[in-house]
């Protein structure tokens, strides 16, 4: 008899000092592969929290969604070689440039 093994992890983690800014991880594992993740920049503006950018695996492949206030998405693919690296990269690259992703969004919320 073989067993699958599932396991999935989720955790946040802060940008910034003041607690404004988190990333949000959602990883999943199967019998020691990873094989789904998530990770998704969120930002607290004006009493709410917002979702800015989100990499993930949906619809089948690796990609960047660069969420917009008014409910749309810019999709954008991510060709990595596999999962893990992939995960390297969205975690450096939110890291990186939550500011600048934040300042997009901002602009774009007062064109709402």
């Known amino acids: ?3 699958e093994i599932v396991r999935e992890k989720e955790f946040e983690t802060y ?6 800014e ?4 959602r ?6 592969l990873l094989v789904d993740v998530v990770f998704q920049y969120e930002s607290f503006i004006g009493n709410k929290w917002y979702s800015i950018v989100r990499y993930d695996c949906a619809h089948g492949y690796f990609h960047r969604d660069i969420l917009k206030p008014n409910g749309d998405k810019e999709k954008q693919l991510i060709q990595i070689d596999n999962l893990k690296h ?5 975690e450096q ?4 440039r939550w500011g600048w992703y934040k300042e997009r969004f ?3 919320l007062g064109e709402k």
């Open 15 to 20: 940008l910034d000092k003041s607690g404004y």
């Open 1 to 3: 008899m073989n067993f």
């Open 22 to 25: 988190r990333l949000r991880v």
């Open 93 to 96: 690259d939110l890291k990186d």
């Open 86 to 90: 992939a995960s390297r990269y969205a």
């Open 27 to 32: 990883l999943k594992i199967e019998n020691g």
């Open 106 to 108: 901002i602009k774009k």
